[in-house]
């Protein structure tokens, strides 16, 4: 089926292309969510007294910084499935992407943590907030302030990254794209489509972090 | 398991070259092309600026396995054809030469306009004062950010494995899906990429360190 006018037929391909980009918007997004905890969680490992801990982080973080994250998502899909564990694309996908980011947010939230007055902690000891309590109550909250810019840009890098899913078969904005292209035989059209809609949210995405860290900044 | 580690040891030695080979030319392609057209952004600033963030916005807004196929698959319907290695390397190269040429741009931006100032009413030429007022200070700056740009193209370099191009990844995929072994072929792979971006990093640091001008003073 060759079409010979792919831009007529364009607003046709949308609820494919709205589907794929909904599914690469929730996939980031809890990828991001996951990985802002879990990156807490690194951070907190990094600084702690146990040597066995510090180390550990120290390795997570070096791992998925040096490695690429179609590796990352390649092993989290295949090995388990070859250890006997099945786990289908998406749930593959969000692990891998998961880690990947908590370990650039363990970084980026670790500046944010160290610009934090030593005497708050210690005011917090003094009135005997818990260890806990002060991490979330006293530290997180200023921290994101913080680091805000960093992690909107964190997050664009996430929606990026995954655009690889779609070699493990998860139907995401690129997965679409080639779908289009296969079906319409019209690469050059169906590919740019889809990389518009990347861009599309990544503007998006920017200008909210822009906005809103105004918006902050204005507020003091 | 050992001895099946040993025998497909050397095609990841000739992976390892391939995912080197696309990654440092397009490295040293996109480095050249940042640096241009951050000089070009600077000799006209009024005329380019529009162009420059146009261009940056479209390639950093984009996911690089976006661009790498609409150059890969996209480009032929327009007549240019390339080979997957060379479409690996073109679109790499500009990929990462809107990334370089922030790079330079941040850095050139980090040297002190007073300082060029204060040269000018010394009665040092204009040579005189990039070669050495600002290429120093931009240089070291800039050494770390280049050096993490191309650990990043090492790694990106990994997508091209989706058009086939036998660099690392693809090279681990054939062997995992020949051999139905997941955990060596993977391993080996992750060590593989783990120790290439090390060494660039390492790299840059002695660069920096035995360097003078290129240890930040601040």
Redesign the interface.
Known sequence: MNDPDFLAHAASYLPQLLQGALTTLWLSALAVVCGFFAGIFIYTMSVSQSRLLSTAARVHVSMFRGTPVLVQLLVFYYVPSALGLDLPGAVAAAIALSLNTAAYQSQILGVGFRSIPRGQIEAAVTFNLTRRQTLWYIEVPQVVRTTLPALVSEMIDVIKASAVVSVISVTDLMRVGQQLSSSTYRPLEAYSLAACFYLGITTLLSITGHVYSRYATRRG | MMNNLITILPSYGAAVLVTLEVSVLAALLGIAGGFVINALRLRFTRSLALPYGFFV??I????????L??IY??????GVTMSAVQATIVSLALYSSAYFAEIFRAAWNSVPHGQLEAAQVFGISRWARFRVIELPQAAAFALPLLANQV?LVI?????A??ITVPEL?MT??GI?SAT????GP?AL??VA??LL??AVSLLAQQVSARIPFLRKTS
């Open positions: 916005w479209l950093r807004g984009t996911p690089y396995l976006s661009q196929v609409v698959f996209g480009l032929p319907a327009l650990i790694k990106e370099s990994s997508v494995s989706i990844t681990a995929s995992v139905y072994t997941y955990i993977y792979l992750i990429y783990w971006t090390q």
